[in-house]
């Protein structure tokens, strides 16, 4: 080798460098991500790690089940619902409750409002902004803006005039002359890797506008069912809500003090349809418009290629009236993936490999040997050792940063061969899965519903592009908007079966048999799933004399931010979903790098969420050093 190579090779390596984002901000929590890259800006090599600890799994022990899920909701306010429904669930799974057909329905509105919600919420105020620039949108003309959305939103009726963006381009001038840029101070305006034209960004503001008041409006669906936003309530055993089928019929004592009547559920059906309005005239033609400028964007931060889903929305078309039995976990819900067969759950449950969507495998919340939780990369100890991945009921949660590796603050790397997070890192049968909604969208592909085929195949049509897409960042984005799509229409026809029931007479929205501790089994397990905006969600109690003796959530973005572990059979590295999505984005500026924020963002990350743990006496364990 020549002495020119020589020194050309030495410059590369120093060119090498390792690229720090911490805090990942508009996301809930604390994400740190270490991102190495080799000497043309290419990213080799990453570490995900959550850098807040908390403490809901600890707080829960001892205490009586049928208040966990008033706890857990405490995890996250940003699914405001997501763990309260898994938490009632585990606990009915437990002590074998049936719940009335009817809190079937109103869980699912809630939830699915959760989904539209806070999809909504996290394109435009959370996502949108890595691909919209919003400095750019000073230049638009208002004129053409209008025509814009005339063209890709042409039922649009409202809010559609040249003074209607002349009045937001004002509002944003103001607000960019104050000098305040406020939460858009920090972006990475001008970057050359934004391509919107100046209208598409004015337009795309114009909506983040509009979706802030419309996301106050709809959350009233929570309210009217569950008392209030965030938080609403939930109970073992049904809904704390009672209906009334008549408001002028006198309600006995026994039916309940406090009723849900007309007034209540026509503003469930008036948030139901703002929602789809928003949805259909709105998000959706702003995602394919938006998509359509960054094509690149469908071929890179694919991740793992794995996915994995609990299943979640009962059906309940069919079911008798009153209280359903069966709806109690895998022994009701096994893999259904004839699609001549009807769904019991309209995001059916199961395990994608490889991509492959013609063996979806079956998913088993109790196997001992499927879902784990591993603490090999993060700052916990087991006491069967810190390489043995747990099943939740076994699960630990035994904090310990300064034997682990932590570094002493401040510092200026993690020990990332080491351990390097507070996020534990789930498996499936040692493999590494994504959730979330592009492994909602892809199973439902999987199990041919007609509505997913025909809305996933038209995107791909109009867009020009193969199916293949899906697995990449913008697919998840896009996976994303399909999905608030598909569960907005279905939320308008189980609102449907509601208002028929009530005519029907079935009125029942709780069960209270079996709600005496005096009749439960002296040693209970039970396991709780759902599908949270983010994924895959599972709480796992184990209940010994009527009393919480261990309690284990394992969390969407638990799955999705985990950091590595390594295969039990091929002993090689498993990278988790994060960490593999950002191998090989190239930077265009090091410096800014917003191409790892759109890969991260569009996992819609919750650390809230994936670290539910705190330290015990308040105290800071780590300081937050923004580089
Ligand atoms: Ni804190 Fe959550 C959702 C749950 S995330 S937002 O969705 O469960 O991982
Ligand atoms: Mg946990």
């Not at 088993?364 to 747990?390: C, F, H, I, R």
């Not at 990278?575 to 790098?593: C, M, N, R, T």
């Amino acid at each position: 080798m020549s002495n020119d190579e020589k020194n050309d090779i030495e410059e590369k390596e120093t060119l090498k460098r390792t690229v720090i984002v911490d805090p990942v901000t508009r996301i809930e929590g604390h994400l740190r991500i270490e991102a190495e890259t080799d000497s043309n800006n290419v990213i080799t090599r990453v570490s995900s790690a959550g850098t807040m600890l908390r403490g809901i799994e600890i707080i829960l022990k001892d205490r009586d089940p049928r208040d966990a899920w008033a706890f857990t909701q405490r995890i996250c306010g940003v699914c405001t619902s997501s763990h309260a429904l898994t938490s009632v669930r585990a606990i009915e799974d437990a002590l074998g409750y049936g719940i009335p057909v009817n809190a079937h329905i109103i869980r699912n509105l809630i939830d699915g409002a959760q989904f539209v919600h806070d999809h909504v919420v996290h394109f435009y105020h959370l996502h949108a902004l890595d691909w919209v620039d919003v400095v750019s949108a000073l230049k638009a003309d208002p004129a053409i803006t209008a025509g814009l959305q005339k063209c890709i939103s042409p039922d649009r009726k409202e809010n559609n005039t040249p003074a209607y963006f002349t009045a937001v381009k004002t509002k944003l001038q103001t607000f960019v002359d104050s000098g305040q840029l406020g939460i858009f101070k920090n972006g990475y305006w001008g970057h050359p890797e934004y391509k919107l034209p100046p209208e598409l960004n004015l337009l795309a503001f114009a909506h983040y506008l509009e979706a802030l008041v419309w996301q106050r409006s709809v959350a009233r669906l929570h309210a009217v069912f569950g008392g209030k936003n965030p938080h609403p309530s939930f109970a073992v055993g049904g809904m704390p809500c009672a209906f009334s089928a008549d408001d002028k019929k006198v309600i006995s004592k026994k039916d309940s003090a406090t009723r849900l009547d007309s007034e209540g559920l026509a503003l469930v059906e008036q948030v139901i349809k703002e929602m789809q309005t928003f949805v259909n005239q709105v998000y959706v033609p702003d995602t394919l418009a938006i998509a359509g400028y960054y094509k690149d964007w469908f071929t890179k931060g694919e991740g793992v290629k794995n996915f994995l889903t609990y299943g979640d929305f009962p059906l309940t078309s069919g079911m008798a009236s009153g209280i359903d039995q069966n709806h109690l976990l895998d022994k009701f819900y096994p893999v259904n993936i004839d699609p001549t067969q009807p769904r019991k759950l309209f995001i059916p449950r199961g395990v994608i490999l490889d991509r492959n969507l013609s063996d979806v495998q079956e998913l088993k919340m109790d196997a001992s040997d499927e879902v784990q939780e591993s603490v090999s990369s993060s700052w916990y100890d087991y006491s069967a050792g810190k390489n043995t991945p747990l099943h939740p009921y076994k699960g630990e949660t035994t904090p310990n940063y300064q034997g682990n590796f932590g570094p002493t603050p401040p510092y200026t790397h993690l020990n990332v061969d080491q351990s390097y997070s507070w996020v534990k890192s789930p498996r499936w049968k040692g493999k590494a899965m994504e959730v979330g909604p592009l492994a909602h969208v892809l199973m439902l592909y999987a199990h041919h519903d007609p509505a997913t085929v025909e809305l996933v195949n038209k995107t791909l049509t109009d867009l020009k592009l193969p199916l293949s897409a899906l697995y990449s960042t913008m697919g998840r984005t896009a996976a994303r908007t399909l999905e608030a799509k598909l569960l907005a229409d279905a939320m308008a026809g189980w609102f449907t079966e509601l208002k028929s029931n009530i005519a029907a007479g079935d009125l029942r929205t709780h069960n209270a048999v079996g709600f005496d501790p005096s009749t439960w089994p002296a040693h209970a397990e039970g396991a709780g799933f759902l599908e949270a905006p983010r994924g895959a969600l599972g709480h796992w109690v184990v209940i010994d004399n009527g009393k919480i003796s261990n309690y284990q959530a394992v969390v969407p973005t638990t799955w999705n931010a985990g950091p590595r572990t390594v295969d039990p059979i091929t002993k090689t590295e498993v990278s988790g979903p994060y960490e593999a999505a950002l191998v090989g984005h190239k930077l265009a500026i090091p410096d800014q790098p917003l191409e790892i924020l759109r890969t991260i963002h569009s996992f819609d990350p919750c650390m809230g969420c994936a670290v539910h743990l705190m330290d015990a006496d308040g105290e800071e364990l780590i300081q937050v050093k923004v580089l």
